[in-house]
């Protein structure tokens, strides 16, 4: 029986492990180097409270990808209107997927500003009219005389939004996001994060979300910084991945937990065994195999496969950079916040923009308005306080302890909790959350068109691919790549073409 492995038991890898069983007789055998099932999707339980790693949306404008979801996990039947705060906790071990509205805000100068900013009675009372006026002016100005160049992301959001509106909502959140100025940040940024959006769509939208009043989860006509709706597994994404890795297991499929590829064996234009570690084992074990799927970073990769690399391709793959990542689990007895005095008056966010310059403090997740059975009691909030930082830096080595009593400092100190209110707190760090593109991505082709020509290995998902893919552009790369095993194709250009929205209009 032909064998296909994979590295990594994240979306990418179990999609890619699930199709072939259900598509092809070749066996998948996963390699995963932690002890957890779904990668950066996976979900972390803190006694009974868990932890999604950025809070995870599923949400797609491939129907392939929403059937795939909903065939695993079937969406809860008799929601009725949206299940808010009463959502009844009694089947919580339900494989069920629930339907809810995407709330966030922007937190700035103390005050919530709403996403998408509206031209709102309120939105112009937080700015102050002096504030509106310049950004009315500047919007006018980029719009009459736009820049002829678009070098950076800096470029990109002051042609679409104008100079004000980019300093006031824009600039601060993206450097604490990538910790390098706009400036420095490639343009294709936000071309494919932001895509169409502009202020004139985001005005229009306000009306339509307004006015719309079905309450289903397609969002095909929906820019993807605006989707109002979502699926969501009551237990977080994690536990659609790991009720996928079972289905793998009871179809004949393979799952090696804590075992780390070290490294890729090649002869020729072939890979033809990988080697790993496990965990406590000091001998690595080799395993061959006819088919090689790569979820592990681009850069790990190319190192796994040692001297046979050319030495421009090395230099390349050493220069890409990554944005790491850090949430402090908060369980707490109340906000501070006016309407929250009880969980019943819980704000509705499921997140929060934490646009504050004098904190390090990214974003808030507010993981009881993801699902109520993310938190084990009622009467408690669970919050994420998220952080971006990079491996090695002041944030990232700072001692657990001292790390969560600055994150409840900081939240205290912008008047959404007092400190008095913390009942228990955890922290968690994942390295590579983001891949960046700067550094040396802008030669990234090299590396691309180096591995699309070792003909049996695929390179899919988002640090696999080194791009910023959500879970179903992950998985979208695996099906294609399966696909094309299946269909005999030997271009592996339709996997790259994922996340661009002619692929969006391929599928329509
Ligand atoms: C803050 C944040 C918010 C997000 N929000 C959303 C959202 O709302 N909706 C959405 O759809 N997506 C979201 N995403 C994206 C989503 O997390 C990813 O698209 C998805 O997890 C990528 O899947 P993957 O399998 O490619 O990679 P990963 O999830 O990174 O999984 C890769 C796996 O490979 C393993 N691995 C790595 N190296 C090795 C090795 N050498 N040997 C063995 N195993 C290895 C890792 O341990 C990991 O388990 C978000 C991401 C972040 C960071």
Same mark, same amino acid.
């Given at each position: ?12 890898? *179990?999609?890619?492990?699930?199709? *072939? /069983?259900?598509?092809? !007789? ?9 002890? !957890? ?51 009844? @906790? ?19 100068? @103390?005050?919530? &500003?709403?996403?998408?900013? =509206? ?11 002096? +504030? ?27 042609? @679409? ?64 910084? /605006? ?18 890795? +079972?289905?793998?297991?009871? +179809? ?24 790993? =570690? ?20 681009? =850069? ?11 030495? =421009? ?6 220069? *890409?950079?990554?944005?790491? &990542?850090?949430?402090?689990?908060? /369980? ?11 969980? !019943? ?17 990214? @974003? ?38 001292? &790390? ?78 399966? !696909? ?25």
């Amino acid at each position: 029986m032909k064998k296909a492995i994979i590295v990594g038991a994240g979306p990418a890898g *179990l999609t890619a492990a699930y199709e *072939l /069983l259900i598509k092809s !007789d070749i066996k998948p055998i996963v390699l995963e180097q932690s002890g !957890d099932i779904g990668g950066i999707s996976k979900t972390v339980n803190y006694k009974g409270n868990r932890i999604d790693i950025g809070g995870h949306r599923f949400y797609s404008k491939s129907q392939t990808v929403m059937d795939w979801w909903t065939n695993i996990m079937p969406v809860e039947e008799n929601q009725g209107e949206m299940p808010e705060k009463s959502y009844k @906790r009694s089947n919580k071990d339900d494989q069920k997927m629930m339907v809810r509205n995407r709330v966030s805000r922007i937190y700035y100068l @103390r005050k919530f &500003f709403d996403y998408p900013i =509206q031209l709102s009675k309120k939105t112009l009372s937080n700015l102050g009219l002096v +504030k509106v006026f310049k950004i009315g002016i500047s919007y006018s100005k980029s719009q009459l005389t736009p820049k002829k160049e678009i070098n950076s992301l800096e470029d990109f959001f002051i042609s @679409r939004f104008g100079n004000e509106l980019y300093q006031t909502f824009f600039k601060d959140y993206t450097e604490k996001v990538w910790g390098v100025p706009c400036s420095e940040i490639s343009a294709e940024w936000g071309a494919q994060r932001i895509k169409e959006l502009s202020v004139w769509k985001a005005i229009l939208h306000n009306f339509k979300i307004k006015s719309k009043k079905d309450n289903s989860v397609s969002q095909k006509d929906v820019e993807t910084s /605006l989707i109002e709706r979502f699926l969501y597994p009551k237990l977080g994404p994690g536990q659609m991945w790991e009720t996928v890795a +079972k289905i793998i297991e009871q +179809k004949g499929g393979e799952i090696i937990m804590n075992a780390k590829v070290i490294g890729l064996h090649k002869n020729g234009n072939q890979i033809k065994s990988v080697s790993y =570690q496990k965990s406590g084992d000091p001998n690595p074990h080799i395993i061959e195999g006819e088919y090689f799927f790569s979820t592990m970073p681009v =850069q790990e990769l190319i190192r796994s496969m040692g001297k046979e690399v050319p030495a =421009q391709i090395v230099k390349i793959s050493e220069g *890409l950079k990554y944005r790491d &990542f850090i949430t402090v689990g908060l /369980l707490v007895n109340k906000l501070e916040l006016s309407n929250s005095k009880s969980q !019943d008056e819980l704000i509705p966010d499921n997140w929060i923009y934490i646009q504050e310059k004098d904190v390090y403090l990214g @974003r808030l997740q507010i993981f009881n308005n993801w699902s109520p059975y993310m938190v084990a009691s009622d009467d408690k909030v669970w919050l994420g306080l998220e952080y971006f930082c990079n491996e090695g830096d002041h944030l990232w080595n700072m001692d657990d302890a001292d &790390f969560i009593r600055m994150a409840i400092d900081e939240l205290d100190k912008i008047g959404i909790i007092k400190k008095e209110e913390v009942v228990d707190s955890t922290i968690i760090r994942m390295p590579k959350a983001y891949p960046s593109y700067f550094g040396s991505y802008s030669e990234f082709d090299q590396i691309k068109k180096y591995t699309m020509e070792i003909d049996n290995l695929f390179l899919i998902g988002r640090n696999g691919m080194h791009k910023y893919n959500n879970q179903d552009h992950s998985m979208l790369t695996a099906i294609r790549s399966v !696909d094309n095993i299946v269909s005999d194709i030997s271009s592996k250009e339709n996997i790259w073409n994922v996340n661009t929205e002619q692929e969006y209009h391929e599928e329509k």
